[in-house]
């Protein structure tokens, strides 16, 4: 059996990202990773992954990128498009992981989250 493929986005020192690579990698999947820092988000992905999971849940509005953002700026994200202008300006607001999977079908999750990806790998 082929190895799971998997394209992880997110930022080299988050410790989410770290856990979720030791994670994918220890259960066998092969992972290509993505730094955002060092080579952005992806355009059409961004807007495959809102389409897929919604922009409510690819925001983090839990890290300090966000709290750091001004009342105004914070209160114009009130749709898809205003969310991915926004994260396109600030990749660190981004959800991570962001997980693209080619496991027979395309499939996109958000955060750590092995139970989906247990699933996901027994495909």
């Not at 259960?27 to 290509?32: D, E, N, Q, R």
């Not at 409510?56 to 749709?79: C, H, M, P, S």
């Amino acid at each position: 059996m082929t190895a799971p493929s998997v394209t992880l986005y997110g930022i080299a020192n988050c410790d989410t990202v770290k856990k979720s690579r030791a994670w994918l990698l220890e259960h066998g999947a092969a992972v290509h990773f993505h730094d955002f820092r060092k080579a952005g988000v992806p355009p059409d992905h961004l807007r495959h992954w809102i389409d897929a999971v919604g922009w409510e849940r690819l925001l983090n509005r839990q890290g300090t990128t966000w709290r750091k953002l001004d009342a105004g700026t914070q209160a114009a994200v009130v749709d898809a498009a205003s969310a991915a202008a926004l994260l396109q300006a600030h990749a660190s607001a981004i959800r991570r992981p962001v997980i693209e999977w080619d496991v027979g079908a395309s499939a996109v999750t958000v955060g750590f989250a092995p139970a989906d990806w247990r699933a996901l790998l027994a495909r």
